[in-house]
């Protein structure tokens, strides 16, 4: 049986996105038939339902959640040691790894791997470290910090067999930084991670339950993070504080504290914030809505690619995303008519568009309708499964189709 090495910071029971990505993904490959073992920071109180083909390693983390950076930097490394011993003693050489770029650093244990055990490993770069750090205003571009994690990364993704980003946009800015290394970046967007069935709002238990469904409601879901443009919104909401428009986030992440000060000093009776929801619920709060919101600060197009995005296609509701120009999500919303973009921190503009779209009822449900279908078209699980496991085990799979060839040849020949 072919197997494969997850290894992932965040898994299941973890609500993070990456860990609700990985956990799919895992169990996914494991459904396929192939033997998948995960090694994660992630501890669980109770063992999660037993999963053909898949083990979980569970290593010691002294934090399980923190906003902290110092908290998540603390984490990073219990879990980069753990990996480290683990790779080194008890992984098999044969069986590649399949590394999820949390912390950023941790690619270092497939370097290690491959020169140390011989193996082979694939890098998955969720977002691009360390433009991604100096974005967030976290370390500077002229820092030392900056030329070390560079070279960690460009060393990460030239020892990999192959390196996946997640859009065409990160591919590019990758291939630019290091040219030598385009012919080995690959792209294998995201998905949703549920089924969502078509649900009108009116009939949604959720929007019921927070007296949504006769109010134009605009769903902010996800990570409230520091490459989110969550200013502009929280702007918008003021420019519109008098108009019959909702805003509701439900998450949380780094600028959650600024969102909850701002709600309380401007008194915003229009926005209202939840935390996290229950992953089954996920069906119901994506479309407890009108339309939802992607916001990303300037350049983090290149850089990130918003998971959330894919949720919201799969809901079947409009887009309003707040990207740069001509980015990979402004040419998707204007080229499959999803959605409308509007530039990063201007909120003016983004108040008119959604003034607009809450008295265009008829517009909002097309641009539903062309977001579902552009899902199931392009963005579906399966989708992306078949391009991982043509990556992972294309060469078991080119023995599987000769040898199905050969019997067939063979039955002919018989026949």
Known sequence: MSEVTIFSQFFEPSLASTSQLMTDLAKGIAQRGYLVHVFTAIQAKKIPEAFTNLVVKRSFAPIQNSNNIFGKIISSLFFLIGALFFV????????????????????????????????????????????????????????????????????????????????????????????????????????????????????????????????????????????????????????????????????????????????????????????????????????????????????????????????ILAAGRPIVAISAKDSYIDVMLSKYNCGVNCPPYQPEKLAVVLKQLANEPQTVKILGENAKNLYKQQYTFDRALDEYEQLLFSDRLQIHIASSNSISHQNDKLG
């Open 88 to 311: 080194l003693f008890q992984q098999s050489k044969v069986a590649p790894l399949l590394i999820a770029s949390n912390p950023p650093y941790i690619g270092i244990i497939g370097v290690i791997f491959k020169f140390i055990r011989g193996g082979e490993y694939y890098f998955i770069l969720q977002d691009i470290f360390p433009e991604s750090a100096v974005l967030s205003g976290i370390i500077k571009s002229d820092s030392l910090a900056f030329w070390l994690f560079s070279q960690i990364t460009y060393l990460t993704c030239k020892s990999a067999k192959k390196t996946i980003v997640l859009s065409t946009s990160m591919q590019s800015f990758l291939s630019q930084k290091y040219p030598d290394l385009s012919s080995r970046i690959v792209v294998i967007e995201n998905w949703a991670i549920e089924d969502i069935p078509d649900l009108e709002k009116q009939e949604n238990d959720f929007a019921k339950q927070h007296n949504l469904t006769d109010i134009f409601t605009v769903l902010y879901s996800g990570n409230i993070g520091r490459l989110h443009d969550i200013e502009s919104i929280v702007t918008t909401a003021k420019l519109l504080a008098d108009e019959p428009i909702r805003f509701v986030f439900i998450g949380d992440g780094p600028k959650t504290k600024y969102l909850e000060e701002s709600i309380q000093a401007h008194q915003l009776t229009n926005i209202l914030l939840l935390p996290l929801q229950p992953r089954e619920k996920l069906s119901l709060t994506l479309t407890a809505c009108d339309l939802s919101l992607v916001s990303l600060i300037e350049g983090a197009e290149q850089i990130v690619a918003p998971c959330k995005l894919y949720g």
